[in-house]
Each structure stands twice: as structure tokens, then as C-alpha cells.
């Protein structure tokens, strides 16, 4: 019987704490959390290999080869994010395409986030995006990534101007780009925390002490259910 091994990057530790809950084998990562499962179902079996990375893209990079280069066939991600268009505080966003709004070339006479000679928006895999939005019963939007928090109206006018953004984070873009340079199929799931304006900090505080957002729970369900999925294991 085929074996699907599987990743998941998660970047606040927060957000990871019920990873630890799930009854897996403890498998650091660089000296932070990891932990190692193993499904089984009618169409087949899944390693699921899940890593805290901590925040931002450079983090989220690294968890993503270190998961690549241990034989992992696709990625998965969710996390809070800001709400930038579209989405209402609390709502689920299935992320579609993926940029970094913080990448700048300007000087040198490139629009903002294009980086040269290479693709520099990055598309989710076509086959998880339909599973999960249909599992989970949410819309999908374009995910803007960036080392910053964003908390500035003018920022994220900017960001639904210039991007059509749903919502923005610090990792997605960095985790799809590493996916598309191995050809490794990606799939990130956000729940928006705030409004992505001045009073951005303390809703997002908020919601990531709140444990009714699980967002980990729904990534396991959705891991589990892929066992008796002929799409996967084809």
C-alpha cells in the first residue's frame, strides 16, 4: 500500500500547541518543536511529519526544505493573518496565489515584488485547494506575505490595490516558494485575527490565546480524511 508522506509548517507556537495533544511521536526541529503521526485508511497510508518553525519567511523557508529534503511529497500551512479584503475577523481563507509585498526592486526599475528572472507569484496546488475548500467550506483569495506585522491602514490600501490581497502573514509566500522551486504541492488555510489597521495588535492577541480557533484540528481532520481519497493515492 502506498505511503504519503506529508508536511505541515506552523510558525507561532501558539498556533502549535495542539500538535503536542495528538498523540504523535516528539520529533524536534533545530531544537524546536516536531512531531511525527502515522494514518491509515482504505486508499492508504500517511506520515505526517508537522515542525513549529517560528515567524517569518526565513523560518518558514527553512522548516519548508528541512521537510523537502526529509521526503515529504506536499506541504501544508495555516496560521492567523490579517484581513485585507473581503474576509470578516474570524473567517477562513484558502489561499490560491501567494507574493511577497515586502520584496523590493524598486530602485532598480522593477515593480514591487517582482524578482527578476524568476516567478515571483506562486499558485496552490489545484488538487489540495479544491479538497480542503470543499471539506472545509471556505472561500479562497490571494495571501500577501511580508516581515512585518502589518497595522497600517495605508499599507493595506495598498496591499487591495496593488495585489487584490484577501489577507496578508509572515510566512505563506516564503513556504509556496520553496514548494514551486521543488515542485512540491502546497496548500496554506488562514483564519483572519484582525483588520490589518491600527487596532490590528490586540485583536490578533486576542484571537491566538483563544483556543475555539484551532486551526491545527482542522489540518488533522483534513490529513486523515485524505486516507480514503482516491485523488491521493492514485
Given at each position: 500500500m502506498k505511503i504519503l508522506k506529508i508536511g505541515i509548517?506552523?510558525?507561532?507556537?501558539?498556533?502549535y500547541a495542539p500538535f503536542s495533544n495528538f498523540?504523535?511521536?516528539?520529533?524536534?526541529?533545530?531544537?524546536?518543536?516536531g512531531h511525527k503521526f502515522r494514518f491509515s485508511g482504505e486508499k492508504g497510508d500517511i506520515e505526517l511529519y508537522s515542525v513549529y518553525c517560528g515567524i517569518g519567511k526565513v523560518n518558514a523557508a527553512a522548516a519548508t526544505m528541512h521537510l523537502i529534503d526529509g521526503g515529504c511529497e506536499m506541504?501544508?500551512?495555516?496560521?492567523?493573518?490579517?484581513g485585507i479584503s473581503g474576509v470578516s475577523r474570524g473567517?477562513?481563507?484558502?489561499?490560491?496565489?501567494f507574493l511577497e509585498h515586502d520584496f523590493d526592486l524598486t530602485p532598480l526599475g522593477f515593480e514591487k515584488g517582482v524578482k527578476p528572472g524568476q516567478d515571483y507569484i506562486y499558485e496552490a496546488d489545484k488538487t489540495l485547494l479544491?479538497?480542503?475548500?470543499?471539506?472545509?467550506?471556505?472561500?479562497?483569495?490571494?495571501?500577501?506575505?511580508?516581515?512585518?506585522f502589518v497595522s497600517d491602514s495605508v499599507l493595506k490600501a495598498e496591499l487591495t490595490n496593488k495585489y487584490s490581497a484577501a489577507a496578508c502573514d509572515m510566512e505563506?509566500?516564503?513556504?509556496?516558494s520553496v514548494c514551486h522551486m521543488a515542485k512540491v504541492p502546497f496548500f496554506s488555510v488562514r483564519r483572519v485575527s484582525d483588520d490589518a489597521g491600527e487596532s490590528a495588535g490586540s485583536a490578533y492577541r486576542e484571537m491566538n490565546?483563544?483556543?475555539?480557533?484551532d486551526l491545527a484540528e482542522l489540518l488533522m481532520r483534513g490529513v486523515k480524511e485524505m486516507c480514503n481519497c482516491d485523488k491521493f493515492f492514485c
Open positions: 509548517v506552523i510558525a507561532d507556537d501558539m498556533e498523540g504523535g511521536e516528539i520529533a524536534p526541529y533545530f531544537g524546536r518543536a506541504i501544508l500551512n495555516a496560521g492567523l493573518s490579517g473567517e477562513l481563507v484558502a489561499g490560491d496565489r479544491e479538497y480542503f475548500k470543499n471539506l472545509l467550506s471556505i472561500k479562497s483569495g490571494t495571501l500577501v506575505t511580508g516581515d512585518c505563506t509566500a516564503a513556504i509556496a490565546e483563544n483556543e475555539k480557533f
